[in-house]
Protein backbone atom coordinates (compact mmCIF):
# COMPACT_ATOMS: atom_id res chain seq x y z
CA UNK A 1 0.00 0.00 0.00
CA UNK A 2 1.70 3.71 -0.60
CA UNK A 3 2.15 5.75 1.75
CA UNK A 4 1.09 9.14 1.12
CA UNK A 5 3.78 11.75 1.52
CA UNK A 6 3.40 15.85 1.96
CA UNK A 7 5.73 18.08 -0.12
CA UNK A 8 5.34 21.82 0.76
CA UNK A 9 1.76 21.56 2.14
CA UNK A 10 0.51 19.22 -0.87
CA UNK A 11 -0.62 15.59 -0.21
CA UNK A 12 0.56 12.73 -2.82
CA UNK A 13 -1.74 9.94 -2.20
CA UNK A 14 -0.98 8.22 -5.61
CA UNK A 15 1.74 5.29 -5.90
CA UNK A 16 4.58 6.73 -7.40
CA UNK A 17 5.49 6.34 -10.99
CA UNK A 18 7.83 6.90 -13.18
CA UNK A 19 9.42 10.49 -13.97
CA UNK A 20 6.99 11.71 -11.51
CA UNK A 21 9.46 13.51 -9.87
CA UNK A 22 10.38 15.90 -12.80
CA UNK A 23 7.18 17.16 -12.77
CA UNK A 24 6.51 17.28 -9.18
CA UNK A 25 9.32 19.87 -8.53
CA UNK A 26 9.28 21.62 -4.84
CA UNK A 27 9.11 24.51 -7.22
CA UNK A 28 6.04 23.51 -9.24
CA UNK A 29 4.34 22.27 -5.88
CA UNK A 30 4.82 26.11 -4.59
CA UNK A 31 3.15 28.00 -8.26
CA UNK A 32 0.02 24.50 -7.41
CA UNK A 33 -0.38 25.90 -3.86
CA UNK A 34 -0.59 29.17 -4.54
CA UNK A 35 -3.39 28.52 -7.34
CA UNK A 36 -5.15 26.04 -4.91
CA UNK A 37 -4.97 28.88 -1.80
CA UNK A 38 -5.61 32.04 -4.52
CA UNK A 39 -8.88 30.27 -6.31
CA UNK A 40 -10.34 27.19 -4.60
CA UNK A 41 -13.21 28.64 -2.69
CA UNK A 42 -13.89 30.90 -5.53
CA UNK A 43 -14.12 27.54 -7.66
CA UNK A 44 -15.99 25.51 -5.10
CA UNK A 45 -18.70 28.59 -4.42
CA UNK A 46 -19.09 28.34 -8.46
CA UNK A 47 -19.83 25.00 -8.48
CA UNK A 48 -22.49 25.07 -5.92
CA UNK A 49 -24.31 27.78 -7.87
CA UNK A 50 -24.15 25.39 -11.00
CA UNK A 51 -26.33 22.99 -8.66
CA UNK A 52 -28.84 25.63 -7.89
CA UNK A 53 -29.15 26.65 -11.77
CA UNK A 54 -29.42 23.04 -12.74
CA UNK A 55 -32.24 23.32 -10.20
CA UNK A 56 -33.81 26.14 -11.28
CA UNK A 57 -33.81 24.62 -14.77
CA UNK A 58 -35.66 21.24 -14.07
CA UNK A 59 -37.95 23.34 -11.93
CA UNK A 60 -39.23 25.33 -14.74
CA UNK A 61 -37.22 28.13 -15.44
CA UNK A 62 -35.39 28.48 -18.97
CA UNK A 63 -32.12 29.40 -19.29
CA UNK A 64 -32.10 33.38 -20.89
CA UNK A 65 -29.72 36.38 -21.99
CA UNK A 66 -28.96 38.14 -18.62
CA UNK A 67 -30.31 41.51 -17.92
CA UNK A 68 -27.34 42.27 -15.93
CA UNK A 69 -25.15 42.28 -18.66
CA UNK A 70 -27.08 43.53 -21.31
CA UNK A 71 -24.35 46.94 -21.38
CA UNK A 72 -21.73 44.19 -22.87
CA UNK A 73 -24.08 42.71 -25.39
CA UNK A 74 -25.04 46.03 -26.51
CA UNK A 75 -21.47 47.83 -26.09
CA UNK A 76 -19.98 47.71 -29.84
CA UNK A 77 -16.59 49.25 -29.15
CA UNK A 78 -14.59 46.44 -27.29
CA UNK A 79 -12.92 43.80 -28.71
CA UNK A 80 -10.52 40.71 -27.37
CA UNK A 81 -6.95 40.31 -28.28
CA UNK A 82 -5.03 40.55 -30.86
CA UNK A 83 -4.57 37.33 -32.25
CA UNK A 84 -1.62 35.39 -30.78
CA UNK A 85 1.17 34.01 -32.81
CA UNK A 86 0.46 30.71 -34.61
CA UNK A 87 -3.21 31.17 -33.95
CA UNK A 88 -4.01 33.13 -37.25
CA UNK A 89 -4.52 30.54 -39.35
CA UNK A 90 -6.67 27.85 -37.44
CA UNK A 91 -8.84 26.36 -40.25
CA UNK A 92 -7.56 22.76 -39.38
CA UNK A 93 -7.10 21.69 -36.06
CA UNK A 94 -6.61 18.09 -34.67
CA UNK A 95 -7.50 16.80 -31.62
CA UNK A 96 -6.44 13.82 -29.40
CA UNK A 97 -4.58 12.61 -26.24
CA UNK A 98 -0.94 13.79 -25.27
CA UNK A 99 0.26 10.04 -25.27
CA UNK A 100 3.26 9.76 -27.58
CA UNK A 101 2.42 7.41 -30.82
CA UNK A 102 -1.00 10.26 -30.82
CA UNK A 103 0.42 13.34 -30.09
CA UNK A 104 3.45 12.37 -32.90
CA UNK A 105 0.83 11.37 -35.80
CA UNK A 106 -1.09 14.63 -34.60
CA UNK A 107 2.19 16.53 -34.92
CA UNK A 108 3.21 14.94 -38.14
CA UNK A 109 -0.74 15.77 -39.50
CA UNK A 110 -0.27 18.67 -41.16
CA UNK A 111 -2.85 20.48 -39.10
CA UNK A 112 -2.66 24.03 -38.18
CA UNK A 113 -3.14 23.29 -34.72
CA UNK A 114 -3.27 20.13 -32.39
CA UNK A 115 -5.44 20.16 -29.46
CA UNK A 116 -3.37 18.45 -27.02
CA UNK A 117 -6.42 17.07 -24.61
CA UNK A 118 -5.95 16.13 -20.91
CA UNK A 119 -9.87 16.13 -20.37
CA UNK A 120 -12.03 14.46 -22.52
CA UNK A 121 -9.62 12.21 -24.34
CA UNK A 122 -7.96 11.11 -21.45
CA UNK A 123 -8.66 8.93 -18.54
CA UNK A 124 -7.18 10.62 -15.84
CA UNK A 125 -5.11 7.59 -14.00
CA UNK A 126 -2.18 9.39 -12.18
CA UNK A 127 0.56 7.71 -14.79
CA UNK A 128 -1.60 9.82 -17.55
CA UNK A 129 -1.83 12.83 -15.87
CA UNK A 130 2.23 12.76 -15.14
CA UNK A 131 2.30 11.40 -18.57
CA UNK A 132 0.98 13.89 -20.04
CA UNK A 133 2.92 16.49 -18.79
CA UNK A 134 6.13 14.53 -19.62
CA UNK A 135 4.96 14.49 -23.44
CA UNK A 136 4.53 18.19 -23.45
CA UNK A 137 7.61 18.68 -22.00
CA UNK A 138 9.78 16.37 -24.88
CA UNK A 139 7.71 18.05 -27.61
CA UNK A 140 10.12 21.08 -26.22
CA UNK A 141 13.26 19.02 -25.80
CA UNK A 142 12.63 17.38 -29.25
CA UNK A 143 12.46 13.96 -27.37
CA UNK A 144 9.39 12.62 -28.59
CA UNK A 145 9.68 9.53 -29.87
CA UNK A 146 7.80 5.92 -30.33
CA UNK A 147 8.79 2.35 -31.20
CA UNK A 148 5.94 0.22 -31.57
CA UNK A 149 5.78 -3.76 -30.75
CA UNK A 150 6.16 -4.32 -34.27
CA UNK A 151 9.32 -2.12 -34.72
CA UNK A 152 8.27 0.63 -36.53
CA UNK A 153 9.82 3.93 -35.23
CA UNK A 154 8.10 7.07 -35.08
CA UNK A 155 9.41 10.48 -35.06
CA UNK A 156 8.73 14.49 -35.16
CA UNK A 157 9.11 15.32 -39.11
CA UNK A 158 10.51 18.50 -37.75
CA UNK A 159 11.67 20.14 -34.22
CA UNK A 160 10.94 23.93 -35.21
CA UNK A 161 7.78 24.76 -32.97
CA UNK A 162 6.87 27.23 -36.00
CA UNK A 163 6.65 24.46 -38.12
CA UNK A 164 4.87 21.94 -36.24
CA UNK A 165 0.98 22.59 -35.22
CA UNK A 166 0.81 25.40 -32.88
CA UNK A 167 0.04 23.18 -29.19
CA UNK A 168 -3.01 24.60 -27.58
CA UNK A 169 -3.51 21.54 -24.08
CA UNK A 170 -6.98 21.42 -22.63
CA UNK A 171 -6.94 20.98 -19.18
CA UNK A 172 -9.26 18.88 -17.04
CA UNK A 173 -13.11 20.86 -16.37
CA UNK A 174 -13.60 22.92 -13.63
CA UNK A 175 -15.61 20.41 -12.11
CA UNK A 176 -13.22 17.39 -11.54
CA UNK A 177 -10.94 17.01 -8.46
CA UNK A 178 -7.17 15.61 -8.83
CA UNK A 179 -7.62 13.11 -5.56
CA UNK A 180 -4.51 12.04 -5.59
CA UNK A 181 -3.05 15.82 -4.56
CA UNK A 182 -4.50 16.80 -1.66
CA UNK A 183 -4.11 20.23 1.00
CA UNK A 184 -5.77 19.49 4.02
CA UNK A 185 -7.36 16.59 3.20
CA UNK A 186 -9.25 17.73 0.14
CA UNK A 187 -8.56 16.98 -3.23
CA UNK A 188 -7.34 19.66 -5.71
CA UNK A 189 -9.08 21.11 -8.52
CA UNK A 190 -7.70 19.00 -11.59
CA UNK A 191 -8.09 22.00 -14.16
CA UNK A 192 -5.49 24.08 -11.77
CA UNK A 193 -3.12 21.32 -11.64
CA UNK A 194 -2.99 20.48 -15.18
CA UNK A 195 -3.36 24.05 -16.17
CA UNK A 196 -0.63 24.76 -13.61
CA UNK A 197 1.74 22.21 -14.49
CA UNK A 198 2.01 22.87 -17.90
CA UNK A 199 2.19 26.42 -17.73
CA UNK A 200 4.61 26.17 -14.58
CA UNK A 201 7.11 24.26 -17.16
CA UNK A 202 6.56 25.37 -20.45
CA UNK A 203 5.53 28.80 -20.63
CA UNK A 204 8.50 30.52 -21.14
CA UNK A 205 10.44 28.04 -23.48
CA UNK A 206 6.98 28.47 -25.61
CA UNK A 207 7.05 31.88 -25.84
CA UNK A 208 10.93 31.63 -26.84
CA UNK A 209 10.67 29.58 -29.86
CA UNK A 210 7.54 32.20 -30.77
CA UNK A 211 4.61 30.41 -29.78
CA UNK A 212 2.62 31.17 -26.43
CA UNK A 213 0.97 28.92 -23.52
CA UNK A 214 -2.37 28.49 -25.13
CA UNK A 215 -5.27 26.81 -23.48
CA UNK A 216 -9.32 25.20 -24.80
CA UNK A 217 -11.44 25.69 -21.73
CA UNK A 218 -13.77 22.86 -21.50
CA UNK A 219 -17.51 23.06 -19.97
CA UNK A 220 -17.74 26.38 -18.47
CA UNK A 221 -21.59 27.31 -17.91
CA UNK A 222 -21.45 31.11 -17.01
CA UNK A 223 -19.23 34.53 -17.57
CA UNK A 224 -18.39 33.83 -14.13
CA UNK A 225 -16.76 31.20 -14.43
CA UNK A 226 -14.56 32.94 -17.21
CA UNK A 227 -13.92 35.07 -14.90
CA UNK A 228 -12.61 32.92 -12.32
CA UNK A 229 -9.99 31.47 -15.19
CA UNK A 230 -9.02 35.12 -16.61
CA UNK A 231 -7.80 35.92 -12.78
CA UNK A 232 -6.22 32.58 -12.44
CA UNK A 233 -4.23 33.28 -15.69
CA UNK A 234 -3.04 37.10 -13.95
CA UNK A 235 -1.76 35.40 -11.26
CA UNK A 236 0.32 32.72 -13.05
CA UNK A 237 1.65 35.08 -15.26
CA UNK A 238 2.22 37.69 -12.19
CA UNK A 239 4.17 34.57 -10.37
CA UNK A 240 6.43 33.53 -13.37
CA UNK A 241 6.89 37.62 -14.57
CA UNK A 242 5.70 37.05 -17.51
CA UNK A 243 3.00 39.82 -19.33
CA UNK A 244 -0.45 39.78 -18.86
CA UNK A 245 -2.37 38.96 -21.98
CA UNK A 246 0.52 36.37 -22.96
CA UNK A 247 -1.82 33.50 -22.32
CA UNK A 248 -4.49 32.98 -24.51
CA UNK A 249 -7.90 30.41 -24.53
CA UNK A 250 -10.77 29.50 -26.38
CA UNK A 251 -13.59 28.56 -24.70
CA UNK A 252 -15.54 25.32 -25.07
CA UNK A 253 -19.42 26.56 -25.56
CA UNK A 254 -20.57 23.45 -24.76
CA UNK A 255 -23.17 23.88 -22.08
CA UNK A 256 -26.86 25.03 -22.85
CA UNK A 257 -26.13 28.56 -20.07
CA UNK A 258 -22.76 29.07 -21.96
CA UNK A 259 -25.36 30.14 -25.11
CA UNK A 260 -26.95 32.36 -23.31
CA UNK A 261 -23.49 34.29 -22.51
CA UNK A 262 -20.83 33.81 -25.18
CA UNK A 263 -20.12 37.69 -25.39
CA UNK A 264 -19.85 37.62 -22.05
CA UNK A 265 -17.53 35.20 -21.87
CA UNK A 266 -15.61 36.59 -24.21
CA UNK A 267 -15.53 40.08 -22.38
CA UNK A 268 -14.36 38.35 -19.37
CA UNK A 269 -11.19 36.66 -20.88
CA UNK A 270 -11.22 39.75 -23.43
CA UNK A 271 -7.09 40.20 -22.56
CA UNK A 272 -6.57 36.66 -22.81
CA UNK A 273 -9.13 35.44 -25.40
CA UNK A 274 -8.44 33.66 -28.55
CA UNK A 275 -12.23 32.96 -29.61
CA UNK A 276 -14.80 29.95 -28.93
CA UNK A 277 -15.22 26.39 -29.98
CA UNK A 278 -19.04 25.40 -30.97
CA UNK A 279 -18.13 21.45 -28.78
CA UNK A 280 -21.45 20.03 -30.12
CA UNK A 281 -21.25 16.95 -27.98
CA UNK A 282 -20.84 18.23 -24.94
CA UNK A 283 -23.74 20.98 -25.99
CA UNK A 284 -26.28 17.97 -26.42
CA UNK A 285 -25.31 16.19 -23.39
CA UNK A 286 -25.98 19.45 -21.48
CA UNK A 287 -29.36 20.35 -22.83
CA UNK A 288 -30.34 16.51 -21.99
CA UNK A 289 -28.91 16.67 -18.14
CA UNK A 290 -30.63 20.12 -17.48
CA UNK A 291 -33.98 19.59 -18.96
CA UNK A 292 -33.75 15.85 -18.98
CA UNK A 293 -37.24 15.50 -16.61
CA UNK A 294 -38.69 18.60 -18.35
CA UNK A 295 -41.60 16.50 -20.29
CA UNK A 296 -41.60 15.49 -24.13
CA UNK A 297 -40.53 18.58 -25.45
CA UNK A 298 -36.95 18.03 -24.57
CA UNK A 299 -37.06 13.91 -25.18
CA UNK A 300 -34.63 13.54 -28.16
CA UNK A 301 -34.28 10.61 -30.71
CA UNK A 302 -31.81 8.03 -31.07
CA UNK A 303 -28.55 10.22 -30.83
CA UNK A 304 -27.75 9.79 -34.72
CA UNK A 305 -31.21 11.61 -35.69
CA UNK A 306 -29.88 14.93 -33.96
CA UNK A 307 -27.27 16.26 -36.51
CA UNK A 308 -26.28 19.73 -36.95
CA UNK A 309 -28.97 20.53 -39.20
CA UNK A 310 -31.11 20.61 -36.34
CA UNK A 311 -32.84 24.40 -36.27
CA UNK A 312 -31.77 24.45 -32.42
CA UNK A 313 -28.10 23.07 -33.10
CA UNK A 314 -28.54 25.87 -36.22
CA UNK A 315 -29.05 28.49 -34.04
CA UNK A 316 -25.93 27.73 -31.81
CA UNK A 317 -23.61 27.29 -33.94
CA UNK A 318 -24.69 30.78 -35.60
CA UNK A 319 -25.31 32.85 -33.03
CA UNK A 320 -21.43 31.58 -31.89
CA UNK A 321 -19.77 32.43 -35.46
CA UNK A 322 -22.00 35.98 -34.48
CA UNK A 323 -20.49 36.57 -31.28
CA UNK A 324 -17.22 36.26 -31.80
CA UNK A 325 -16.53 37.50 -35.39
CA UNK A 326 -18.51 40.85 -33.94
CA UNK A 327 -15.63 41.01 -30.91
CA UNK A 328 -12.83 40.15 -33.34
CA UNK A 329 -12.52 36.54 -31.65
CA UNK A 330 -11.87 32.96 -33.94
CA UNK A 331 -15.07 30.74 -33.78
CA UNK A 332 -14.18 27.21 -34.28
CA UNK A 333 -16.10 24.71 -35.50
CA UNK A 334 -16.77 21.21 -33.98
CA UNK A 335 -15.73 17.58 -34.55
CA UNK A 336 -17.66 15.19 -36.38
CA UNK A 337 -17.15 11.57 -35.11
CA UNK A 338 -16.78 9.84 -37.99
CA UNK A 339 -13.36 8.06 -38.49
CA UNK A 340 -11.92 7.08 -41.79
CA UNK A 341 -11.05 3.10 -42.24
CA UNK A 342 -8.25 1.86 -43.73
CA UNK A 343 -9.63 -1.31 -44.16
CA UNK A 344 -12.84 -1.03 -45.57
CA UNK A 345 -13.08 1.33 -48.69
CA UNK A 346 -16.86 1.79 -48.62
CA UNK A 347 -16.92 2.70 -45.24
CA UNK A 348 -14.20 5.48 -45.76
CA UNK A 349 -16.03 6.58 -48.78
CA UNK A 350 -19.34 7.22 -46.40
CA UNK A 351 -17.39 8.48 -43.73
CA UNK A 352 -15.35 11.43 -45.56
CA UNK A 353 -18.06 12.62 -47.58
CA UNK A 354 -20.01 13.08 -44.02
CA UNK A 355 -17.00 14.86 -43.01
CA UNK A 356 -16.86 17.20 -46.27
CA UNK A 357 -20.29 17.83 -45.95
CA UNK A 358 -20.35 18.86 -42.01
CA UNK A 359 -17.21 20.97 -42.60
CA UNK A 360 -18.66 23.00 -45.73
CA UNK A 361 -21.47 23.65 -43.56
CA UNK A 362 -19.21 25.23 -41.07
CA UNK A 363 -17.17 26.91 -43.52
CA UNK A 364 -20.26 28.75 -45.36
CA UNK A 365 -21.63 29.66 -42.03
CA UNK A 366 -18.50 31.66 -40.95
CA UNK A 367 -16.31 29.34 -38.85
CA UNK A 368 -12.46 29.88 -38.88
CA UNK A 369 -11.60 26.39 -38.74
CA UNK A 370 -12.69 23.36 -36.94
CA UNK A 371 -11.73 19.96 -35.39
CA UNK A 372 -10.81 16.16 -36.58
CA UNK A 373 -10.14 13.76 -35.10
CA UNK A 374 -7.69 11.90 -37.30
CA UNK A 375 -4.57 12.42 -39.61
CA UNK A 376 -6.55 11.38 -42.93
CA UNK A 377 -9.10 14.04 -42.26
CA UNK A 378 -6.59 17.00 -41.69
CA UNK A 379 -6.65 17.06 -45.96
CA UNK A 380 -10.55 16.80 -46.00
CA UNK A 381 -11.26 19.62 -43.93
CA UNK A 382 -8.39 21.63 -45.22
CA UNK A 383 -9.81 21.25 -48.96
CA UNK A 384 -13.19 22.51 -47.23
CA UNK A 385 -12.24 25.34 -45.44
CA UNK A 386 -9.16 26.38 -48.15
CA UNK A 387 -12.75 26.85 -50.61
CA UNK A 388 -13.71 29.30 -48.35
CA UNK A 389 -11.14 31.06 -47.15
CA UNK A 390 -8.34 31.11 -50.19
CA UNK A 391 -5.33 33.01 -49.07
CA UNK A 392 -6.97 34.45 -45.83
CA UNK A 393 -6.45 33.11 -42.32
CA UNK A 394 -9.85 33.16 -41.37
CA UNK A 395 -12.93 35.08 -42.29
CA UNK A 396 -13.14 37.11 -38.98
CA UNK A 397 -14.24 39.77 -40.55
CA UNK A 398 -17.49 38.29 -41.59
CA UNK A 399 -20.06 39.22 -38.81
CA UNK A 400 -23.03 37.62 -39.52
CA UNK A 401 -25.10 40.40 -38.28
CA UNK A 402 -27.63 38.85 -40.27
CA UNK A 403 -28.36 36.63 -37.35
CA UNK A 404 -30.96 36.20 -35.78
CA UNK A 405 -30.27 36.51 -31.44
CA UNK A 406 -32.27 34.29 -30.34
CA UNK A 407 -33.46 32.61 -26.75
CA UNK A 408 -36.68 30.68 -28.17
CA UNK A 409 -34.42 29.15 -31.03
CA UNK A 410 -32.14 27.65 -28.84
CA UNK A 411 -34.54 25.84 -26.68
CA UNK A 412 -36.28 24.54 -29.54
CA UNK A 413 -35.65 20.89 -29.44
CA UNK A 414 -38.90 20.06 -30.45
CA UNK A 415 -38.33 20.50 -33.66
CA UNK A 416 -35.79 17.49 -33.78
CA UNK A 417 -37.03 15.54 -36.40
CA UNK A 418 -36.25 11.51 -35.62
CA UNK A 419 -37.45 8.43 -33.60
CA UNK A 420 -36.08 6.29 -30.66
CA UNK A 421 -35.71 3.17 -31.66
CA UNK A 422 -34.76 -0.38 -30.12
CA UNK A 423 -31.31 -0.25 -32.13
CA UNK A 424 -31.25 3.49 -30.48
CA UNK A 425 -31.43 1.60 -27.32
CA UNK A 426 -28.91 -1.02 -27.98
CA UNK A 427 -26.38 1.42 -29.21
CA UNK A 428 -26.32 3.74 -26.06
CA UNK A 429 -25.98 0.78 -23.67
CA UNK A 430 -22.91 -0.94 -25.71
CA UNK A 431 -21.07 2.31 -26.51
CA UNK A 432 -21.81 3.31 -22.33
CA UNK A 433 -20.58 0.03 -21.15
CA UNK A 434 -17.63 0.05 -23.95
CA UNK A 435 -16.21 3.29 -23.27
CA UNK A 436 -16.13 3.12 -19.84
CA UNK A 437 -14.51 -0.39 -19.81
CA UNK A 438 -12.02 1.53 -21.88
CA UNK A 439 -11.78 4.25 -19.71
CA UNK A 440 -11.26 2.38 -16.92
CA UNK A 441 -7.93 0.41 -18.41
CA UNK A 442 -6.67 4.25 -18.95
CA UNK A 443 -8.17 5.03 -23.19
CA UNK A 444 -9.98 8.11 -22.64
CA UNK A 445 -10.32 8.47 -26.55
CA UNK A 446 -11.80 4.50 -28.15
CA UNK A 447 -13.02 3.79 -32.22
CA UNK A 448 -16.09 1.68 -31.83
CA UNK A 449 -18.02 1.10 -35.38
CA UNK A 450 -15.49 3.51 -37.12
CA UNK A 451 -16.80 6.34 -34.96
CA UNK A 452 -14.95 8.60 -32.06
CA UNK A 453 -16.20 8.25 -29.13
CA UNK A 454 -15.04 10.35 -25.75
CA UNK A 455 -16.55 10.89 -22.77
CA UNK A 456 -18.69 13.30 -24.15
CA UNK A 457 -20.84 10.52 -26.37
CA UNK A 458 -20.54 8.98 -23.60
CA UNK A 459 -22.46 10.57 -21.48
CA UNK A 460 -25.24 11.67 -24.04
CA UNK A 461 -25.69 7.69 -24.13
CA UNK A 462 -26.15 6.99 -20.88
CA UNK A 463 -28.35 10.22 -20.30
CA UNK A 464 -30.80 9.76 -23.34
CA UNK A 465 -31.81 6.15 -21.67
CA UNK A 466 -32.04 7.99 -17.95
CA UNK A 467 -34.55 10.39 -19.68
CA UNK A 468 -36.18 7.66 -21.59
CA UNK A 469 -36.77 5.61 -19.06
CA UNK A 470 -37.92 8.66 -16.66
CA UNK A 471 -40.08 10.20 -19.51
CA UNK A 472 -41.60 6.93 -20.49
CA UNK A 473 -41.08 7.55 -24.17
CA UNK A 474 -42.11 5.63 -26.93
CA UNK A 475 -40.43 3.25 -29.36
CA UNK A 476 -41.10 3.60 -32.99
CA UNK A 477 -42.72 -0.07 -32.39
CA UNK A 478 -44.89 1.72 -29.71
CA UNK A 479 -42.94 0.14 -26.78
CA UNK A 480 -42.67 2.02 -23.69
CA UNK A 481 -39.17 1.92 -22.64
CA UNK A 482 -38.74 0.74 -19.16
CA UNK A 483 -36.20 0.29 -16.44
CA UNK A 484 -36.80 -3.01 -16.97
CA UNK A 485 -36.62 -3.58 -20.19
CA UNK A 486 -32.98 -1.48 -20.89
CA UNK A 487 -31.38 -3.64 -17.75
CA UNK A 488 -32.19 -6.71 -19.89
CA UNK A 489 -30.99 -5.38 -23.11
CA UNK A 490 -27.74 -4.34 -21.27
CA UNK A 491 -27.29 -7.44 -19.41
CA UNK A 492 -27.61 -9.21 -22.89
CA UNK A 493 -25.24 -6.75 -23.92
CA UNK A 494 -22.73 -7.83 -21.58
CA UNK A 495 -23.63 -11.22 -21.97
CA UNK A 496 -22.13 -10.82 -25.87
CA UNK A 497 -18.53 -8.75 -24.67
CA UNK A 498 -15.39 -11.01 -25.66
CA UNK A 499 -13.68 -10.98 -22.55
CA UNK A 500 -10.14 -10.62 -21.85
CA UNK A 501 -7.63 -11.07 -19.00
CA UNK A 502 -7.56 -7.48 -17.48
CA UNK A 503 -11.02 -6.04 -18.61
CA UNK A 504 -12.77 -3.78 -16.25
CA UNK A 505 -16.42 -4.69 -17.74
CA UNK A 506 -17.63 -5.56 -14.60
CA UNK A 507 -16.82 -2.42 -12.39
CA UNK A 508 -17.90 -0.77 -16.19
CA UNK A 509 -21.63 -2.59 -16.00
CA UNK A 510 -21.56 -1.01 -12.16
CA UNK A 511 -21.01 2.57 -13.16
CA UNK A 512 -23.47 2.21 -16.09
CA UNK A 513 -26.23 1.26 -14.07
CA UNK A 514 -25.32 3.84 -11.46
CA UNK A 515 -25.74 6.56 -13.83
CA UNK A 516 -28.26 5.65 -16.38
CA UNK A 517 -30.78 3.22 -14.72
CA UNK A 518 -31.04 4.36 -10.97
CA UNK A 519 -33.48 7.57 -9.91
CA UNK A 520 -30.97 9.63 -8.99
CA UNK A 521 -28.81 11.21 -11.83
CA UNK A 522 -24.58 11.91 -11.77
CA UNK A 523 -24.08 15.08 -13.07
CA UNK A 524 -20.59 13.39 -14.89
CA UNK A 525 -20.68 10.09 -15.39
CA UNK A 526 -16.65 10.11 -15.57
CA UNK A 527 -16.31 11.81 -11.86
CA UNK A 528 -18.62 9.23 -10.34
CA UNK A 529 -16.01 6.78 -11.79
CA UNK A 530 -13.26 8.57 -11.09
CA UNK A 531 -13.41 8.84 -7.15
CA UNK A 532 -14.89 5.08 -7.07
CA UNK A 533 -12.91 2.98 -9.47
CA UNK A 534 -10.06 4.67 -11.79
CA UNK A 535 -6.30 3.88 -10.78
CA UNK A 536 -6.11 -0.07 -9.88
CA UNK A 537 -2.12 -0.81 -9.21
CA UNK A 538 -0.48 -0.26 -12.88
CA UNK A 539 3.32 -1.21 -13.27
CA UNK A 540 5.36 1.63 -13.60
CA UNK A 541 7.01 -0.07 -16.87
CA UNK A 542 3.41 1.00 -18.35
CA UNK A 543 4.47 4.19 -18.28
CA UNK A 544 6.35 4.50 -21.15
CA UNK A 545 3.67 4.60 -23.87
Not at 322 to 333: L, M, P, Q
Not at 351 to 356: D, G, I, P, Y
Not at 389 to 409: C, F, K, M, W
Request: proline share 4%; charged share 25%.
Amino acid sequence: MNTPITLNNITITATEVRYQEQILTSEALDFLSALHQGFENRRTELMQSRQLNRARIANGRDPKFLEETRNIREDASWQVAPIAPGLEDRRVEITGPIERKAAINALNSGANVWLADMEDACSPTWQNVIKNQVNLIRVLDNELDFTAPDGREYKLDTHDLKQLPTIVVRPRALHQPEKHLRVNGAPMSASLVDFGLHFFHNAKRLMAAGRGPYYYLPKLENHLEARLWNDVFNMAQDMMGIDRGTIRATVHIECITAAFEMEEILYELREHSSGLNAGRWDYIFSIIKNFRSRGPRFVFPDRDSVTMTAPFMRAYTEQLVRACHRRGATAIGGMSTFVPSRKDASINEINLAKVREDKAREAADGFDGSWVAHPDLVAVAREVYTEVLGDNPNQIGRTREDVQVSATALLDVAGLEGKITEQGIRDNIEIGIRYIESWLRGNGAVVLRNLMEDSATAEISRSQLWQWIHQSAITDQGEIITRRWVQELAEETMDRMERFEGDRFESAMEIFEACALRDDFPTFMTRNAYLRYLDMPVPVLEMAG
